[in-house]
């Protein structure tokens, strides 16, 4: 276990303008993946930790590669320190993850059949047992989906599909104390992935074997989904704790002071989405700084994806999420609730959208991949400010929308209509926001598009 070296104490962790305040006010989680090393090595990251949230998960120490690393030989010291600094803290710890393709160590990947099977249910009883009582929820299968079906892993090619029900079975056991979640990437919206998620989701609870889904949400700027919350609701109604587990919200580099404002505004939609469902138990930001993240290592060309800057100063989103939370950001007490586009502060006279003025709007096609597409939709104000917009056109050619995020949808035949969604509603004068987006069927197009204010 850790030393004393990594309390701090949580006299700062109730003020007012903290993130942990707010969330804690609010009844969720507020949670932040955690790199060991510098939770180790640097004081500031320790203590920023601390002060702003209310939770933490394991980045890499609780994989089995770091857990169990050959079999039967389990290193927990790694944990341990994480489980330490959170119950100094007062903070809870959600676990990350039993049973995962990837980070697993050769040594069971060579295993087959009944030998696999016991190993796995091995794994999953002696690391709960260990921190039985510690880790409120575990994320005890990760990306075991792929499109629609069960992902082809080590896992499902040794012991076929039940392997699932296994590992819930054995963690049940292990502690039943703990919340059991099933965890993917890529499962925000309503989609095949998501519907398979479901109906597994159905036949764990009728089992009595699952307790939440957790959906990463490793978004792209501006692709909220448009169905997300209707889609978190639904596994909600099953009888389930929903968790965004892994926020983080990527940008193609370099990322302007627009682009960060939208980011913002993601964020925040996040928050909302989970403080308007009963059941959501928190939102886990997948790492503290922007140079932490692991997205511009595997994302060529992207990154800033996270809520504060290298030198730990915070960034658009950090406020947005505090204001999400019902917190005010520090030296700004007079900035009005949800007010997305409040101008930097070297323009402190321009004053918040107001009124109906008027705009335009086009349809940007970002990438065309033959059997679909996908489209963001720009939309410009122009001399007056504008609060509150729709939109209008006629498809070419038989194209179609199957999935959109951050606008209210409806069409006849190939005409369609688009609204906003309230929190993306304000548009500054002269300014230009990537409002919202969609995915396509059909060939590629850039209808002629009529935008109205108010």
Excluded at 214 to 224: A, M, N, T
Excluded at 404 to 422: E, F, L, P, Q
């Amino acid at each position: 276990m850790a030393g004393a070296g990594l309390a701090l104490s949580t006299q700062f962790a109730h003020a007012q303008s903290t993130l942990r305040a707010g969330a804690d006010a609010q009844g969720i989680d507020i949670a932040v993946a955690v790199n060991d090393n510098l939770l180790q090595n640097d004081s500031t990251y320790r203590n920023t930790i601390a002060t702003q949230f209310n939770s933490v998960t394991a980045e890499n120490v609780m994989k089995m590669d770091a857990v169990e690393p050959s079999q039967g030989n389990f290193n927990f010291a790694p944990g341990d320190r994480l489980v330490q600094f959170a119950q100094q803290n007062d903070m809870s710890v959600h676990g990350h993850t039993l049973v995962w393709h990837n980070q697993s160590p050769n040594w069971i990947k060579n295993l087959s059949g009944s030998a696999m099977r016991q190993a796995m249910e091995n794994h999953i009883t002696t690391t709960m047992n260990h921190w039985e009582g510690d880790i409120a929820g575990w994320d005890v299968v990760n990306e075991v989906v792929d499109g629609g079906q069960l992902r082809n892993s080590f896992w499902l090619q040794a012991m076929g599909p039940d392997y699932i029900q296994w590992a819930f079975e054995a963690a049940r056991a292990a502690d039943p104390s703990a919340d059991l979640y099933m965890n993917d990437y890529s499962i925000e919206g309503i989609n095949s992935k998501s519907d398979k998620y479901y109906q597994m989701a159905q036949d764990l609870v009728s089992q009595g074997l699952l307790d939440g889904m957790g959906f990463q949400s490793h978004l792209i700027l501006g692709q909220v989904p448009g169905n997300m919350e209707q889609n978190l609701q639904r596994f909600a109604d099953l009888g389930l704790k929903v968790r965004i587990t892994e926020l983080d919200v990527r940008i193609q580099m370099p990322a302007s002071q627009q682009e960060l404002q939208q980011q913002a505004q993601d964020y925040q939609r996040v928050i909302d989405i989970c403080t308007s469902i009963a059941d959501c138990s928190g939102v886990t930001v997948w790492g503290l700084r922007d140079g932490d993240s692991w997205v511009p290592d595997v994302f060529s060309g992207y990154g800033a994806p996270l809520l504060y800057n290298d030198n730990y100063t915070t960034k658009p989103a950090y406020d947005a999420v505090l204001e999400a939370l019902g917190g005010t950001p520090p030296d700004d007490d007079t900035t009005p609730p949800d007010d997305d586009t409040t101008p930097p502060d070297d323009d402190d006279t321009t004053p918040p959208p107001t009124g109906d003025g008027d705009c335009t709007a086009v349809i940007d096609v970002v990438n065309d991949w033959g059997s679909g597409w996908q489209g963001n939709v720009m939309i410009t104000a122009g001399d007056s400010a504008v609060s509150g917009w729709t939109l209008n056109w006629t498809w070419p050619s038989g194209q179609s929308i199957t999935s959109s995020w951050n606008a209210d949808i409806s069409s006849s035949g190939s005409s369609v209509t688009a609204s906003d969604v309230g929190w993306n509603a304000d548009i500054a004068a002269g300014q230009t926001m990537n409002a919202w987006g969609f995915v396509g069927s059909g060939s590629s197009a850039s209808p002629q598009v009529t935008c109205t204010a108010g």
